[in-house]
């Protein structure tokens, strides 16, 4: 594996990184990707640029980017893959963790999920995925 996908930003250049500016394609191209359908875990993504992603199901979940559910998060001012606050009363409900039932690639850009509760509007293109990766340097620099 080599080594030409890390690059010394500084601190100016790490602040513009933050915003929705362009990737580069080798951090938007993966390279392999599983979907774990059978085990019910999640997702796992290699990049091309030697970066390796995962999130599971219920993250996924509440992190799709359709229109509806991205508006429901900002208005409640939640982040992707933050679950919604449940009710009391719900919270004493069985409910089945968000898995996808069917998984179909969109072009070769996306994938689109069927999740068991039915919904499947969202459409998770690579952009969107490397954007909102979860791996710990990722977390970590969000936090800045
Ligand atoms: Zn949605
Ligand atoms: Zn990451």
């Not at 602040?15 to 080798?26: F, S, V």
């Not at 509440?62 to 009391?88: F, I, L, S």
């Not at 068991?116 to 995925?129: K, Q, R, T």
Request: hydrophobic content about 35%; aromatic content about 8%; glycine content about 6%.
């Amino acid at each position: 594996m080599s080594h030409e996908g890390i690059r010394i930003v500084s601190a100016e250049e790490a602040q513009q990184d933050m915003a929705e500016e362009k990737l580069p394609l080798a951090a938007v191209t993966p390279l392999k990707i599983r979907v774990m359908k059978t085990e019910g875990t999640g997702v796992e993504i290699d990049w091309k640029d030697g970066h390796k992603s995962a999130w599971n199901f219920a993250w996924l979940r509440n992190a799709c980017p359709c229109a509806t559910c991205h508006e429901e998060r900002d208005k409640a001012g939640r982040k992707p893959g933050v679950a919604k606050p449940k009710a009391q009363a719900l919270l004493m409900m069985y409910e089945a963790p968000p898995r996808p039932v069917e998984v179909t690639p969109v072009g070769k850009y996306a994938v689109k999920f069927k999740w068991n509760d039915g919904h499947e509007a969202g459409i998770y293109s690579w952009e969107y995925l490397r954007r909102v990766c979860g791996c710990d340097t990722c977390v970590a620099k969000e936090k800045v």
